[in-house]
């Protein structure tokens, strides 16, 4: 079957750095996509990976691994209002996206 | 602001009542999806539309039914539902369905409650 797994929850600091991994099995790969999602919100698009490598954009940065089926999100500088759910999901063989159960992370003063 | 709405935001209905979900796009996009997101589990995907026909259905109770009569648009019906049912219907948008890896713009959801 396929399956994407993320940490539940994570708590972090402000101003300091988190990084939040996801691992994933899927028939076939077109891309790993995260987006992030306020409570009561939309989720919406934060980075697209399909090649292996880092892609950077402002504090926010994609890892990807296609030969270990593994990405993570770096969040530095983190503020307050990174507070939300980040949602990792693999576009499969079919261009349906497979979907992580989310990674609540909590940041503190 | 994404450039999907829906209506309504909240809804609270009980098993016998028949109500609908909308979702508008002002985006330009071809293909449209109705997502199930309940507390601590993956978003479902429960339907997909690609220039107003339907081309994914992962077995759907019938007690929802879908309807997209242009690309901009895009109906969730309800009827006779059950307490389980109660979660966040999210609908989204992308520019083309097959063929590429295209990002999916979402709504803001219907948080529903079925009593």
């Known amino acids: 079957g396929q399956n994407i797994d993320q940490p539940t929850e994570m708590t972090a600091t402000e101003g300091a750095i988190v990084q939040i991994n996801c691992t994933y099995q899927?028939?076939?790969?077109?891309?790993l996509f995260w987006y992030q999602q306020h409570a009561g919100e939309a989720p919406t698009f934060l980075s697209y990976?399909?090649l292996d490598g880092l892609e950077e954009k402002g504090r926010f940065s994609s890892f990807l691994s296609r030969s270990k089926g593994y990405s993570y999100l770096l969040l530095k500088e983190l503020q307050m209002k990174d507070s939300a759910s980040y949602l990792c999901?693999?576009?499969?063989?079919?261009?349906?996206?497979?979907w992580g159960a989310g990674t609540k992370l909590i940041i503190k003063p | 602001e994404t450039g999907v709405t829906q209506t309504p935001r909240h809804l609270v209905m009980g098993m016998t009542n028949k109500k609908s979900l909308k979702c508008e796009q002002h985006l330009g996009h071809n293909a449209m999806y109705w997502y199930k997101q309940s507390a601590k589990k993956p978003l479902e995907l429960m339907f997909v539309y690609n220039f107003k026909e339907q081309t994914e259905n992962n077995s759907v109770p019938s007690r929802f039914s879908p309807e997209c009569p242009n690309s901009s648009h895009l109906f969730l019906h309800l009827h006779t539902l059950q307490p389980e049912d109660s979660a966040l219907y999210l609908c989204?948008?992308?520019?083309?369905?097959?063929?590429?890896?295209?990002?999916?713009?979402f709504g803001p959801g219907t948080r529903l409650t079925v009593l």
């Open positions: 999901a693999v576009m499969d063989s079919n261009y349906q996206l497979i």
């Open positions: 989204a948008s992308s520019q083309v369905l097959a063929g590429d890896a295209d990002t999916q713009y």
């Open positions: 899927t028939s076939g790969f077109n891309g």
């Open positions: 990976n399909v």
